[in-house]
């Protein structure tokens, strides 16, 4: 994308939560990870490249002892549609009996979490615990997957912001953006 279409596309788009929605939203969030977690000993797992913002405000608002970690796994590739897994990075931690939680900024059809928490569970864990700050709301989402901590339901558009990118762009707000006609 050239940069002016960049800035055309922010311009054009539809604000559907501002910066102060998402930071109450990442705070209600915390209070329940809070309560759910304080004495867990958790890893917490971002999911590159999205999860980044979302882990990076939500992880200081978690008032108790826990480990960070990282893993990669893509399947969108600057697409509006999501194809085969990638693997760029696995976890890479002793996991066995461990309490774990992955934190992204989406779950939309679902089939990133359910790779990872299928290949996470598969390392022995005690229990695994999964955080998306949006939860997009349709039906086609891969079978049994569900998050346990939710900021915001949102309708079946297709999203940027916090996180989310458009063509690889717009990862670096805190509000989120619906693509104007998608
Ligand atoms: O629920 P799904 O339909 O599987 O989609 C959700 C996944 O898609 C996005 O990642 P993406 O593949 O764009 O990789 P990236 O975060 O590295 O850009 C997002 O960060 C989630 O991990
Ligand atoms: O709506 C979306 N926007 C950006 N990235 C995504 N990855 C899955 N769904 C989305």
């Given at each position: 994308m050239e940069l002016p279409e960049a800035l055309t596309i922010i311009d054009n788009?539809?604000?559907?939560?501002s910066e102060a929605e998402v930071l109450a939203a990442i705070d209600r969030m915390a209070s329940q990870m809070t309560v759910a977690?304080?004495?867990?000993n958790p890893i917490v797992y971002t999911v590159l490249n999205g999860g980044l913002i979302v882990a990076g405000n939500l992880l200081p608002r978690l008032k108790f002892p826990l480990e960070m970690s990282y893993l990669h796994a893509t399947r969108y590739r600057n697409e509006t549609s999501g194809g085969v897994l990638d693997w760029k990075v696995k976890p890479h931690d002793d996991l066995k009996g461990r309490t774990v939680v992955i934190v992204d900024d989406i779950l939309d059809e679902g089939h990133t979490l359910a790779a990872i928490v299928e290949y996470i569970k598969a390392q022995g864990v005690k229990d695994i615990h999964v955080a998306v700050l949006v939860d997009k709301l349709?039906?086609?989402?891969?079978?049994g997957i569900k998050a346990d901590f939710v900021g915001l339901k949102v309708d079946d558009r297709f999203l940027f912001g916090c996180g989310m990118d458009y063509q690889g762009y717009?990862?670096?707000?805190?509000a989120i953006y619906a693509v104007k006609g998608l």
């Amino acid at each position: 994308m050239e940069l002016p279409e960049a800035l055309t596309i922010i311009d054009n788009a539809d604000l559907l939560h501002s910066e102060a929605e998402v930071l109450a939203a990442i705070d209600r969030m915390a209070s329940q990870m809070t309560v759910a977690l304080k004495d867990a000993n958790p890893i917490v797992y971002t999911v590159l490249n999205g999860g980044l913002i979302v882990a990076g405000n939500l992880l200081p608002r978690l008032k108790f002892p826990l480990e960070m970690s990282y893993l990669h796994a893509t399947r969108y590739r600057n697409e509006t549609s999501g194809g085969v897994l990638d693997w760029k990075v696995k976890p890479h931690d002793d996991l066995k009996g461990r309490t774990v939680v992955i934190v992204d900024d989406i779950l939309d059809e679902g089939h990133t979490l359910a790779a990872i928490v299928e290949y996470i569970k598969a390392q022995g864990v005690k229990d695994i615990h999964v955080a998306v700050l949006v939860d997009k709301l349709h039906n086609r989402k891969a079978e049994g997957i569900k998050a346990d901590f939710v900021g915001l339901k949102v309708d079946d558009r297709f999203l940027f912001g916090c996180g989310m990118d458009y063509q690889g762009y717009w990862r670096n707000t805190l509000a989120i953006y619906a693509v104007k006609g998608l």
